[in-house]
């Protein structure tokens, strides 16, 4: 469930880039509306995913903002360093979630973008939010909190993440292919069967 929260009740987790901070920033003030919540863990309000929103909330003077908070611990939630580890359950990811928790309550930031977190639910249920019904105070200062990344350094970065999506696209594929096959040899018994 999506709630208003304050925003002093959350811990940022990963600096940002500053041209997607600036992009996403433009792209939420031309609609007028937040999308997607903040997630973050329940205990600590370390922010899980939706890094850049968090920052663009509190970089604006906003007083509270769209939150799913999450039982962190949960066994259903992952973390990894890629979107692959999403579908491995062991200690392999070279990240564990008590490491995620104590950067964010530290303020000891991991550079932008280095979590991937997997939830039992699909990130992107819209919150659609309209910023005019939000809180506001004064503006506040985030420059702690944006990396010293240059374009050229965040067009890599996202060329490897897009090279991430492709992979997982690609496993996407197969696996629906596997499953098409079941599906008909499932359904060649069934004609079988009903032939008795």
């Known amino acids: 469930m999506v709630e208003i929260a304050p925003i002093d ?6 600096l940002v880039f500053p041209n997607h901070l600036r992009i996403l920033s ?3 003030n031309t609609s007028g509306f937040v999308n997607s919540p903040i997630i973050a863990d329940s205990r600590t309000g370390v922010v899980l995913d939706g890094s850049h929103r968090y920052i663009f909330f509190l970089a604006n003077g906003y007083k509270d903002a769209p939150v799913k908070f999450v039982d962190y611990m949960d066994e259903n939630i992952r973390v990894g360093t890629h979107l692959m580890h999403r579908h491995i359950i062991d200690d392999t990811t070279g990240i564990s979630k008590i ?3 104590e950067r964010g309550i530290s303020g000891n930031l991991f ?3 280095t979590t991937r977190n997997f939830f039992p639910f699909r990130k992107n249920t819209f919150a ?3 910023l005019e019904t939000l809180k506001r105070g004064n503006l506040v200062n985030c420059d702690k909190y944006i990396s010293k990344a ?3 350094e965040e067009v890599e970065h996202n060329r490897k993440y897009i090279q991430e999506i492709e992979f997982e696209l690609d496993e996407i594929i197969k ?3 596997e499953i098409g096959l079941t599906k008909k040899y499932l359904q060649k018994q069934v ?4 032939k008795k």
């Open 128 to 130: 659609d939010v309209a």
């Open 150 to 152: 240059s374009i050229k």
């Open 175 to 177: 696996y629906m292919e």
């Open 191 to 194: 004609s079988e069967m009903r």
């Open 111 to 113: 550079p932008p973008r």
């Open 99 to 101: 490491e995620v928790l």
């Open 9 to 14: 009740k959350l811990k940022p987790l990963e």
């Open 26 to 28: 433009e792209m939420i």
